[in-house]
C-alpha cells in the first residue's frame, strides 16, 4: 500500500463528493477517517494495494465510518461483503500458491 498519508489526501476530494460536503473545515477529519479504514481494513487481514478495487473499498469504509458517528447504524451488507470477499479471496490466492 502506498503512504497512508498521501493516500488518504488522495481519496479525500472523492470521498468529499460522495458525502456531499463542500467545504474544507472537516478535511483533517476525512483524512484521519480514512486512515483508520485502511488501518481497519488491514488489521482485517487484507493488504491493500493502489488499485481502484481498493481504492473504493477503503472509500466506502471510511464514508461508513463517518455516518456512523451519528447514525450508529451498523456496517451495511454491501460494505461487509465487498470487505469479506476481499480478504477471503486474497487468502485463497495465497493459499495456490
Not at 478535511?27 to 488499485?51: P, Y
Not at 458517528?69 to 495465497?94: D, S
Amino acid at each position: 500500500m502506498p503512504n497512508c498519508d498521501l493516500y488518504a489526501e488522495a481519496l479525500l476530494v472523492s470521498m468529499k463528493v460522495d458525502l456531499g460536503i463542500k467545504s474544507d473545515a472537516y478535511d483533517e477529519r476525512l483524512e484521519d477517517q480514512i486512515r483508520t479504514a485502511i488501518q481497519e481494513i488491514t488489521a482485517e487481514g487484507a493488504t491493500l494495494e493502489d488499485t481502484a478495487r481498493d481504492r473504493n473499498l477503503v472509500l466506502m469504509y471510511a464514508e461508513w465510518r463517518w455516518r456512523c458517528r451519528v447514525t450508529q447504524e451498523p456496517m451495511g451488507r454491501m460494505l461487509r461483503l465487498a470487505l469479506n470477499n476481499r480478504i477471503f479471496g486474497e487468502k485463497a490466492r495465497e493459499g495456490q500458491t
